[in-house]
């Protein structure tokens, strides 16, 4: 099983927009979100990044997904390009197959 990890923050184009316009573009994101979840991904759900969290990194606000495969990041990144997502957010991206301890530190351990 893998899990993807968006991570993203505003870029000034979405500040630019009115709340209405911004309302709108993710309302109409809500078909291109819920294909992928009929297309086999699940929608773990969404996180604000706390200010106050130790080493945090730059993104405010996260989105992570379990998907069947790690091929389905690509389905993933693709929607939302299709969708203009990258227009209004900086974006990075985290994924990877989920291990036990035992399997993850060898990798810790002989990186």
């Known amino acids: ?8 923050k505003h870029r000034p184009e979405w500040i630019a927009l009115n709340p209405a316009d911004r309302g709108k573009f993710l309302f109409d994101l809500s078909p291109t979100l819920q294909g992928l979840v009929d297309g ?5 759900g969404y996180l604000i990044n706390d200010t106050d969290t ?3 990194t ?4 996260l989105r992570i997904w379990r998907i069947p495969e ?5 389905r993933i990144e693709e929607a939302l390009e299709k969708a203009g ?3 209004f957010f900086e974006h990075g ?3 990877g ?15």
Do not use: C, S
């Open 93 to 95: 991206n985290a994924r």
């Open 40 to 44: 086999g991904a699940e929608l773990v």
């Open 70 to 74: 790690k091929e389905f990041a690509q």
């Open 85 to 87: 997502w990258h227009e």
């Open 58 to 61: 730059d993104f405010r606000f």
């Open 1 to 8: 099983m893998y899990y993807y990890i968006e991570q993203w």
């Open 97 to 111: 197959e989920v291990l036990t301890p035992q399997m993850a530190i060898p990798y810790l351990v002989n990186p």
């Open 54 to 56: 130790h080493h945090r």
